[in-house]
């Protein structure tokens, strides 16, 4: 009767298993050709076995080889991918009769295996023809095990350190202990901890388990938690705790544009969920100030897409040095007479992601500016940048902006809009003693346009137009006493105690070309006196060229009327004037302070409507743009 195929088949393989304990039996190094040869063939690269080999026939058969090499690619910076002290295998006999490689267990002493790329990007674990299928694996350990990893394209070379730990209590598998060290993209890079077993890193849906701390750079992270799919990065759900130098290197770690912000510290929830990472709720600090929230990058498209609100209850505002190019480093200060950052931005930044994220500052936290909230909403497509609005709030009122960052072409483009509402003068000035009991607002808009690759650059290329308005205030008796130059007035006013005046107009019309500020009408009246500011900013060189006149309504006991001249640079402003006292000095730093300050301070300002009172400006701006002022001992009049 003829025999049936399965019967046939189960005969070969008794044969070849008999066959095989024979040979194993009488001398097990017989073994070490063919399987050599068989390994070589599946992987496309030659498979030597140096050492002794050992075979132990049972329901679980157990292989050992010793002295296991695995060549490296022609290319390659040694000859060898792959070598082994020894390899000891234990085979599952029932999945072997069914025609499956199953191993319960695969222990691997000293291993030391090296993956690299060339300078085109390929990969030497990239073995020739239809890849192999690799074993099924029940427990992997690893003895004194090293791993390399090179990429000369990367800059990147990093040595790990690798061994089995004992099992733990309540643990299922051993966990794996990893201690890298080396250069990640140029970098110096280390990284320890402990993992899960590489076995289960196959093992797709299988949480893996992960403890552990690297450091890349100024840039530390530690994560704690577990992977569902290891190899793809999926299933990411761990607890991360992030710290730096600053927040840009990520650009060069992960390829996301972060603004330049000084030291931080960031700790929050991550995960993953197909191509999307979500960051939050995290709280931290960033420099000063402290930071929460939440983040999230959409991987999925052609460029990653950044979302997310932020939120920060006190903003010290020397930590947004970084947006426009300044030292982020506390106690690091531009040296040098020129103040603007010359710091070039990064285009490629710009279009490495697209993002969409709001902010707020419920509290700037400053003790030199008169800041008080900040508001924005950030939008970056395809390399153009928004900030729309960008609300700052100061000195008890608001400048909203809207600024456009065109990073398509070369230099940057740039636009802003601003409108200045109700900002005060006693909060604008709080230093300043004479405008402490002064009441006044100013409003106002600016337009201006400019292009460049630094701050300094676009103050330089800067043009528009700048408009300030303010009237119904009130200002310092003193202050006009000083500024008219009445040594008597000042002196009466100071001993019996100072009053106010109140302001009726005060107009700044303002126009930039080429990064020179000109004032094309700059003036502060009240019932006794006129001040008129004249000349020109030059953004270019930082440099000032002004002159301030203070001209008195009715005529005092002591009265000089020599005009303040304003010059230096930024840095270093210098004043003179042709006066034969100390108080008249003292005046016309008075004068310097009530009126080039705001001007020098509060650029992005403002047109007369929006100011209260306007209606005084309106009839005032047209006679003081026609030039001719004269003074007498009544009211102000023009010719």
Not at 199 to 226: C, D, E, F, H, N
């Amino acid at each position: 009767m003829a025999l049936s195929a399965g019967t046939r088949w189960a005969g070969v393989l008794l044969a070849a298993i008999i066959t095989f304990a024979v040979t194993v039996y009488l001398d097990p190094n017989l073994l070490r050709g063919p399987a050599a040869g068989l390994l070589s063939a599946r992987l496309g690269r030659r498979v030597a076995i140096g050492g002794n080999v050992g075979f132990t026939l049972s329901m679980t058969p157990t292989l050992r080889a010793g002295d296991v090499t695995v060549a490296n690619v022609a290319w390659g910076s040694r000859p060898n991918m792959a070598t082994f002290l020894r390899i000891t295998a234990r085979l599952s006999l029932r999945d072997l009769f069914k025609g499956r490689l199953v191993l319960r267990r695969l222990d691997l002493l000293d291993p030391d295996i090296l993956l690299e790329r060339n300078a085109a990007g390929t990969a030497n674990w990239a073995f020739p023809g239809r890849p192999a299928e690799l074993p099924s694996i029940g427990l992997l350990t690893i003895e004194s095990g090293v791993i390399q990893y090179r990429d000369p394209r990367t800059r990147t070379a990093i040595t790990l350190d690798a061994h089995t730990l004992p099992l733990a209590p309540g643990h299922a598998e051993p966990w794996l202990s990893v201690n890298g060290r080396g250069r990640f993209k140029g970098a110096p890079f280390s990284l320890h901890g402990h993992a899960g077993s590489i076995v289960s890193w196959r093992v797709s849906g299988r949480p893996y388990p992960l403890a552990l701390a690297a450091r890349i750079g100024g840039t530390q992270a530690k994560v704690r938690g577990t992977l569902t799919d290891p190899m793809r990065l999926g299933g990411v759900n761990v607890e991360l705790d992030l710290r730096g130098d600053n927040l840009a290197s990520l650009y060069e770690i992960l390829g996301l544009p972060a603004p330049s912000v000084p030291p931080y510290r960031l700790s929050g929830h991550l995960i993953r969920h197909a191509g999307l990472w979500s960051f939050g709720p995290f709280r931290g600090t960033v420099g000063r100030s402290d930071l929460s929230g939440r983040l999230s990058i959409d991987t999925s498209g052609a460029r990653p897409v950044i979302r997310g609100h932020l939120f920060s209850h006190d903003l010290d505002y020397r930590d947004l040095a970084g947006f426009i190019g300044a030292p982020t480093k506390p106690g690091l200060h531009l040296r040098g007479p020129r103040i603007f950052p010359r710091q070039p931005f990064s285009i490629r930044r710009l279009k490495a992601a697209d993002a969409n994220v709001t902010f707020r500052g419920a509290h700037i936290v400053t003790r030199d500016l008169p800041l008080d909230d900040l508001t924005t909403h950030l939008i970056l497509q395809d390399g153009h940048l928004t900030f729309s609005p960008l609300d700052l709030g100061v000195a008890g009122g608001h400048i909203a902006s809207t600024i456009a960052v065109n990073g398509r072409q070369h230099p940057l483009a740039v636009s802003v809009t601003s409108t200045l509402r109700s900002i005060r003068l006693r909060r604008l000035f709080p230093r300043f003693k004479l405008t402490r009991r002064s009441a006044g607002e100013f409003g106002g808009k600016a337009h201006i346009t400019t292009r460049g690759d630094s701050f300094a650059d676009m103050a330089a290329h800067a043009n528009g137009r700048i408009g300030i308005a303010s009237s119904g205030g009130e200002i310092s008796s003193l202050l006009v006493a000083l500024g008219q130059l009445h040594g008597w007035e000042a002196l009466i006013a100071y001993l019996e105690g100072d009053k106010k005046e109140p302001i009726d107009c005060a107009v700044a019309d303002l126009s930039i070309r080429n990064g020179v500020v000109a004032t094309k009408a700059f003036g502060i009246d009240t019932p006794d006196a006129t001040f008129l500011l004249d000349g020109h900013v030059d953004m270019r060189d930082e440099r000032l060229a002004l002159v301030l006149r203070a001209l008195p309504k009715h005529i005092g006991l002591i009265s000089f009327r020599s005009p303040v001249r304003i010059g230096g640079n930024f840095r270093h402003p210098t004043v003179s004037l042709s006066a034969r006292s100390i108080l008249a000095r003292g005046a016309a730093s008075v004068a310097l302070g009530a009126l080039l300050t705001p001007a020098a301070a509060l650029a992005p300002l403002i047109d007369v409507n929006e100011a209260k009172g306007a209606h005084f400006c309106r009839r005032w701006i047209p006679k003081v743009q026609k030039g001719g002022v004269s003074q007498g001992p009544g009211k102000l009049g023009y010719n």
